[in-house]
């Protein structure tokens, strides 16, 4: 053995069950010797004898230096001595994580029941301001204060005003806050949202704005009871949205805002009950212009108000209705991501002409939602027809009086386009007979508002009755101001990835006929065969596929080690290696094996830029960034709607009577929606109550919506390699993230999984076993492994929570603790102490202990913070309060089992803190340690404690 034997050692302490009825502990290392040096071998063989004795030694002393070095006597004493091995009940832990949900899920229900209930009351309870009053107010000079979150804490950047508040603005004080995502709060009040095409000078918004304000009682309350509550916010049907605690927008007064919570999904899934709706498009000759761009319009706004509940279809008709999207004849389609992206695209190119024939579009839309009510498909509530047209030249009453009277179970909307357009007399009766709403859309400008005034008639029926307030919870999804944002980054994304391949294949197609050229020029006076150059060597005909393969044109290492292998080939077998072109000439084959790897750049050549991210498109990409780019956090909301109690509105009518005019009130029924109360839950709150030292190695937890769709699993990636939100990220089915182990094809069902899939849809309780295949290092490795699920619905919430646990080893858990009361009564000994020195580390992402208003104090790191309660725990008035809090700034959320595992721990590891003595050799007590070259030795617990010691720098006395 030739060089200087070279390894690094990798220790860790685990612990296993023997057998099914014994308890005893059996405490195995893992050693990892890598860089051994080269073994070069003799010409004559070595005698077996001697290389046995050679293993034998190797292994004996790498042994003994492992013990010593992992102390692996003195840990294994101490757990044999106190440790003891549980068996998991997998239905007992799903329960009990699911009722701690639930637990969780119920306080944020009540939260936002307070905050409907205070927002009926105020609505009724404050004077209203009229037009007239705020026309004088502002002839007065007079302003309504309020915290606009557009203008708070903005200032002159140059000019002799630099440093002063911008005109209108306010100054807030705020401080940034781990538990609302690291971004500036303040907790006294709340903040107002006002979207761009809203003026928060009408009336209407103007009350809403200050009545709404006397909410930050009841939202202060909520926060001071709930600590892990996080935004807590009321959507107005008006258009703004308060929102608690106050923080400043990301987009300032006069810059692009595309927000409005009117669009967001908890208002969206609240203010209306799930729906089928069917949209007919005016295709006819006179849809041109700016008329069709505005129809255009009305559609992807109206595809904008759908949720995943919701289903759907387009159809544009002129003298026939047409599908836009052919796959999607005679059905209608859940209005999920992929779905709505498919109609989005159908609507992008469409022709008009010939004459708009009304009886087939309204035949066909009639028929379609006939029969998914008769057949129990689709929503089973709600069922609109959105007309989209620029007028009627009848009211088509038989058409309505065969398909929709006298129950009218299907409810018109029907939208005008055109500003020259006037006889609406047609289309307005339409929507009034079948329960609808008319609008006129004459601008782009105005598309959304006259959009979005179906909602409110699709909620009257919950409003007219008041006595049940739906709660609704959400899907997951990225809290960000505007989806297809993200959508256009990712489209915009692929387009310059797909023009670089094309330009980078084009370059290279180039660069090899360039290259091939020349070593033509190079041998053509050789006779004979022009494939061997001066040296008789067989020239390179570079090909696309063997630039992937051996990367820069110009890398005569690679060329040479491959002309050197053909050579041999030809050597070894030259008939099988000659092909004749279809000239008949005999040339060398010299096509490679198919690409394994991905070339990496080479200084000296291009770079196959087809296969790999080009670092162009990353600094294109942070050129577009703007203060609007969202941070990404998954959460899911939980809201209700809130109605107008005042059931009756005063209408000033004026009637002619006998040549004058006279003003009469009317009170007239109303059935008003005056917004949507809710709170954001973060996926991540989720996860916490399903603390990864109780499921154990290789265990995890996932949760399932009421459509299959995963909130959370592992295997759930929203965001791809730059950062980007994927395309229908939250529309993920549990088939997609559970790959079972299994010899179908790709797009054969698992009958276990699909199974299991719709227990859980249902909401059932239930276990099951299967295989599945799980990917490591980066999905580079894959292995199989049987694992037991256990799965259990949420009550009161359409969502199911799943656990997924080893089978065997999965099922079983070491289990010790110290109380840290009875060990300073009985020895008084001070914690703290096992945990001196600073070689150690805990699991930066579990929950150990913390207060609930974390912006109120702060640490350094996870391992002060834990510090800081373990000194805590010692103090006589302490008491573990891991689940109920109390309702002060000075409460804190604590695990006690997972706080006392860790004290254990590191009582059971605080050998690492002493000096090691590796004296196999009395002449040389260092000798195994140089021989091995170990570095560092460390151990690993259940509680997330890491200990280590670098042995490199113990002193040899």
């Given at each position: 053995?030739s060089g200087t034997?070279?390894?690094?050692l990798?220790?860790?302490v685990l612990?296993?069950r023997?057998?099914?009825?014994?308890?005893?502990?059996?405490?195995?290392f893992?050693?990892?010797?890598?860089?051994?040096?080269?073994?070069?071998?003799?010409?004559?063989?070595?005698p077996h004898v001697?290389i046995?004795?050679?293993a034998?030694?190797f292994?004996?002393?790498?042994?003994?230096?492992g013990k010593?070095?992992t102390?692996?006597?003195?840990?294994?004493e101490?757990?044999q001595?106190?440790a003891?091995i549980?068996?998991v009940?997998?239905?007992a832990?799903v329960?009990e994580?699911?009722?701690?949900?639930?637990?969780?899920?119920?306080?944020?229900?009540?939260?936002i029941?307070?905050?409907?209930?205070a927002a009926e009351?105020l609505?009724v309870?404050h004077?209203?301001?009229s037009?007239?009053?705020?026309?004088?107010?502002?002839?007065r000079?007079e302003?309504?204060?309020?915290?606009?979150?557009k203008?708070?804490?903005m200032?002159h950047?140059s000019?002799?005003?630099a440093?002063?508040?911008?005109d209108?603005h306010?100054?807030l004080?705020?401080?940034?806050?781990q538990?609302?995502?690291?971004?500036g709060?303040n907790?006294s009040?709340?903040?107002v949202?006002?979207?761009?095409?809203?003026?928060?000078?009408?009336p209407?918004?103007m009350?809403g704005?200050?009545?709404s304000?006397?909410?930050?009682r009841?939202?202060?309350?909520?926060y001071?009871?709930?600590?892990s509550l996080?935004w807590?916010y009321?959507?107005?049907?008006?258009?703004?949205?308060?929102?608690?605690?106050a923080t400043k927008?990301g987009?300032?007064e006069w810059?692009?805002?595309?927000?409005?919570?009117?669009?967001r999904?908890?208002?969206?899934?609240?203010?209306?009950s799930p729906?089928?709706m069917?949209?007919?498009?005016?295709?006819?000759?006179?849809?041109?212009?700016?008329?069709?761009?505005?129809?255009?319009?009305?559609?992807l706004?109206l595809l904008?108000?759908?949720?995943?509940?919701d289903?759907?279809?387009?159809?544009k008709?002129?003298?026939v209705?047409?599908?836009v999207?052919?796959?999607f004849?005679?059905?209608?389609?859940?209005a999920?991501?992929?779905?709505?992206?498919?109609?989005?695209?159908g609507?992008?190119?469409?022709?008009?002409?010939?004459?708009?024939?009304?009886t087939s579009?309204?035949t066909?839309?009639?028929e379609?939602?006939?029969?998914?009510?008769?057949?129990?498909?689709?929503s089973?509530?709600?069922?609109a027809?959105?007309?989209?047209t620029?007028?009627?030249?009848v009211?088509?009453r038989?058409?309505?009086e065969?398909?929709?009277w006298?129950?009218k179970?299907?409810?018109?909307?029907?939208?005008?386009?055109?500003?020259?357009?006037?006889?609406?007399?047609?289309?307005?009766w339409?929507a009034?007979?079948?329960?609808?709403y008319?609008?006129r859309?004459?601008?782009?400008?105005?598309?959304?508002?006259?959009?979005?005034?179906?909602?409110?008639v699709?909620s009257r029926p919950?409003v007219?009755?008041?006595?049940?307030?739906?709660?609704?919870?959400?899907?997951?999804?990225?809290d960000i101001a505007?989806?297809?944002?993200s959508?256009?980054?990712?489209?915009i994304?692929?387009r310059r990835?797909q023009?670089?391949?094309?330009?980078?294949?084009?370059?290279?197609?180039?660069?090899?006929s360039?290259?091939?050229?020349?070593?033509?020029?190079?041998?053509?006076?050789?006779t004979?065969?022009n494939t061997?150059?001066?040296?008789?060597?067989?020239?390179?005909?570079?090909?696309?596929?063997q630039y992937?393969?051996?990367g820069?044109?110009?890398?005569?290492?690679?060329?040479?080690?491959?002309r050197?292998?053909?050579e041999?080939e030809e050597a070894?077998?030259?008939?099988?290696?000659?092909q004749?072109?279809?000239?008949?000439?005999?040339?060398t084959?010299?096509?490679?094996?198919?690409?394994s790897s991905?070339?990496?750049?080479?200084p000296d050549?291009?770079?196959a830029?087809a296969?790999?991210k080009?670092d162009?498109?990353?600094a294109?990409?942070k050129r577009?960034?703007?203060?609007?780019?969202?941070?990404?956090?998954m959460?899911?909301?939980?809201a209700?709607?809130?109605y107008?109690?005042k059931?009756?509105s005063?209408?000033?009518?004026?009637?002619l009577?006998?040549?004058?005019?006279e003003?009469k009130?009317?009170t007239?029924?109303?059935?008003?929606?005056?917004?949507?109360?809710?709170?954001?839950?973060p996926?991540?709150?989720?996860?916490k109550?399903?603390p990864?030292?109780?499921?154990?190695?290789n265990?995890y937890s996932?949760?399932?919506n009421n459509?299959g769709?995963?909130?959370?699993h592992?295997d759930?990636r929203?965001?791809?390699?730059?950062g980007?939100?994927?395309p229908n990220?939250?529309?993920?089915?549990?088939?997609?993230?559970?790959l079972?182990?299994?010899d179908?094809?790709?797009?054969?069902n698992?009958?276990?999984?699909?199974t299991m899939r719709r227990?859980?849809?249902e909401?059932?309780?239930?276990?099951?076993?299967f295989?599945v295949?799980v990917?490591h290092?980066?999905?580079?490795?894959v292995?199989?492994r049987?694992?037991?699920?256990?799965?259990?619905?949420?009550?009161?919430?359409p969502?199911?929570?799943?656990?997924?646990l080893?089978?065997?080893?999965?099922?079983?858990?070491v289990?010790?603790?110290?109380?840290v009361?009875?060990?300073m009564a009985?020895?008084?000994?001070n914690?703290?102490?096992?945990?001196?020195g600073k070689?150690?580390k805990?699991?930066?992402?579990w929950?150990?202990?913390?207060y609930?208003y974390?912006h109120?104090?702060?640490?350094?790191s996870?391992?002060?913070?834990?510090m800081?309660?373990?000194?805590?725990t010692q103090?006589?008035?302490w008491?573990?309060?891991?689940k109920?809090?109390r309702?002060?700034h000075?409460?804190a959320r604590c695990?006690?089992?997972?706080?006392?595992?860790?004290?254990f721990?590191?009582q059971a590891t605080e050998?690492?803190?002493?000096?090691?003595?590796?004296?196999?050799?009395?002449?040389?007590?260092?000798a195994?340690?140089?021989?091995?070259?170990?570095?560092?030795a460390?151990?690993?617990t259940?509680s997330?404690l890491?200990?280590w010691?670098?042995i490199?720098?113990?002193?040899?006395k």
């Amino acid at each position: 053995m030739s060089g200087t034997p070279s390894s690094e050692l990798h220790c860790t302490v685990l612990s296993r069950r023997e057998t099914m009825t014994s308890t005893k502990l059996v405490f195995l290392f893992s050693v990892a010797v890598i860089s051994l040096g080269t073994v070069r071998t003799a010409e004559a063989d070595l005698p077996h004898v001697e290389i046995s004795n050679w293993a034998i030694r190797f292994g004996a002393q790498m042994w003994e230096i492992g013990k010593q070095v992992t102390r692996i006597r003195e840990i294994k004493e101490r757990y044999q001595s106190e440790a003891k091995i549980e068996q998991v009940d997998g239905f007992a832990m799903v329960k009990e994580m699911a009722e701690e949900m639930e637990n969780m899920m119920g306080d944020k229900i009540e939260a936002i029941k307070r905050i409907m209930d205070a927002a009926e009351q105020l609505s009724v309870s404050h004077p209203r301001l009229s037009r007239q009053d705020l026309y004088e107010m502002r002839q007065r000079a007079e302003t309504i204060e309020y915290y606009n979150a557009k203008r708070l804490n903005m200032y002159h950047k140059s000019g002799p005003r630099a440093g002063e508040l911008l005109d209108n603005h306010k100054e807030l004080i705020m401080s940034n806050s781990q538990h609302f995502g690291n971004v500036g709060v303040n907790t006294s009040v709340s903040a107002v949202h006002v979207p761009t095409n809203v003026f928060d000078g009408g009336p209407d918004v103007m009350n809403g704005i200050l009545w709404s304000e006397q909410l930050d009682r009841i939202f202060m309350t909520n926060y001071e009871s709930d600590p892990s509550l996080t935004w807590q916010y009321f959507g107005s049907s008006t258009g703004f949205m308060r929102q608690y605690p106050a923080t400043k927008w990301g987009q300032g007064e006069w810059e692009p805002d595309l927000f409005d919570c009117r669009l967001r999904p908890w208002y969206l899934q609240a203010a209306a009950s799930p729906k089928d709706m069917i949209i007919l498009v005016d295709t006819s000759g006179s849809m041109t212009g700016v008329r069709k761009e505005i129809a255009k319009h009305v559609v992807l706004t109206l595809l904008d108000t759908l949720s995943e509940n919701d289903f759907i279809n387009i159809y544009k008709f002129s003298e026939v209705p047409v599908p836009v999207v052919p796959c999607f004849k005679d059905k209608l389609v859940q209005a999920n991501l992929e779905n709505v992206r498919e109609l989005r695209n159908g609507m992008m190119e469409s022709e008009t002409s010939d004459i708009a024939n009304f009886t087939s579009a309204f035949t066909t839309a009639f028929e379609i939602l006939a029969k998914y009510n008769r057949t129990t498909q689709g929503s089973q509530c709600n069922q609109a027809i959105m007309l989209v047209t620029d007028g009627a030249p009848v009211g088509y009453r038989e058409i309505f009086e065969k398909y929709n009277w006298p129950h009218k179970p299907v409810r018109v909307f029907t939208y005008v386009i055109g500003r020259e357009i006037i006889d609406t007399a047609a289309t307005n009766w339409m929507a009034c007979a079948n329960k609808g709403y008319f609008a006129r859309v004459t601008s782009l400008a105005e598309v959304r508002e006259q959009v979005l005034k179906y909602i409110p008639v699709l909620s009257r029926p919950m409003v007219m009755y008041q006595k049940d307030h739906p709660v609704i919870w959400t899907s997951a999804y990225i809290d960000i101001a505007e989806p297809k944002l993200s959508d256009w980054l990712w489209e915009i994304r692929e387009r310059r990835k797909q023009r670089d391949r094309s330009l980078n294949y084009r370059a290279l197609l180039r660069l090899i006929s360039e290259r091939n050229n020349a070593q033509s020029d190079d041998t053509s006076n050789v006779t004979g065969n022009n494939t061997r150059d001066a040296s008789g060597r067989p020239t390179i005909s570079m090909t696309v596929e063997q630039y992937l393969t051996y990367g820069n044109l110009v890398n005569e290492e690679r060329l040479n080690a491959h002309r050197i292998k053909q050579e041999r080939e030809e050597a070894a077998n030259p008939a099988n290696n000659q092909q004749h072109n279809r000239q008949g000439k005999s040339v060398t084959s010299t096509t490679p094996n198919p690409v394994s790897s991905v070339p990496t750049k080479h200084p000296d050549g291009p770079r196959a830029e087809a296969l790999v991210k080009p670092d162009t498109l990353k600094a294109w990409l942070k050129r577009i960034e703007t203060r609007t780019k969202p941070k990404f956090l998954m959460a899911i909301s939980v809201a209700t709607p809130v109605y107008d109690r005042k059931n009756f509105s005063n209408i000033i009518e004026k009637i002619l009577i006998n040549d004058i005019w006279e003003e009469k009130t009317r009170t007239v029924r109303t059935a008003n929606l005056l917004g949507v109360a809710g709170t954001d839950i973060p996926v991540t709150e989720l996860k916490k109550r399903t603390p990864a030292y109780k499921l154990g190695v290789n265990g995890y937890s996932f949760i399932v919506n009421n459509n299959g769709f995963v909130l959370h699993h592992p295997d759930h990636r929203p965001l791809d390699a730059d950062g980007l939100l994927k395309p229908n990220y939250n529309t993920v089915d549990l088939s997609e993230v559970e790959l079972v182990d299994s010899d179908g094809g790709p797009r054969e069902n698992d009958t276990y999984l699909m199974t299991m899939r719709r227990e859980m849809i249902e909401r059932r309780e239930g276990e099951t076993s299967f295989k599945v295949r799980v990917h490591h290092d980066g999905m580079r490795r894959v292995s199989v492994r049987r694992q037991r699920y256990y799965y259990r619905g949420l009550k009161g919430t359409p969502y199911s929570l799943g656990l997924a646990l080893p089978d065997g080893y999965g099922h079983f858990r070491v289990v010790a603790e110290t109380e840290v009361k009875r060990l300073m009564a009985d020895h008084n000994i001070n914690v703290s102490s096992f945990f001196s020195g600073k070689n150690w580390k805990i699991h930066p992402d579990w929950i150990y202990c913390r207060y609930n208003y974390d912006h109120l104090k702060s640490f350094d790191s996870p391992e002060a913070q834990v510090m800081h309660f373990v000194d805590r725990t010692q103090r006589e008035r302490w008491r573990w309060n891991s689940k109920h809090p109390r309702p002060s700034h000075d409460s804190a959320r604590c695990d006690k089992h997972l706080m006392q595992s860790l004290i254990f721990d590191a009582q059971a590891t605080e050998v690492f803190d002493k000096n090691i003595s590796l004296s196999i050799d009395r002449q040389d007590p260092h000798a195994m340690f140089k021989l091995f070259g170990i570095s560092v030795a460390f151990v690993a617990t259940r509680s997330g404690l890491l200990r280590w010691q670098d042995i490199s720098t113990i002193d040899d006395k």
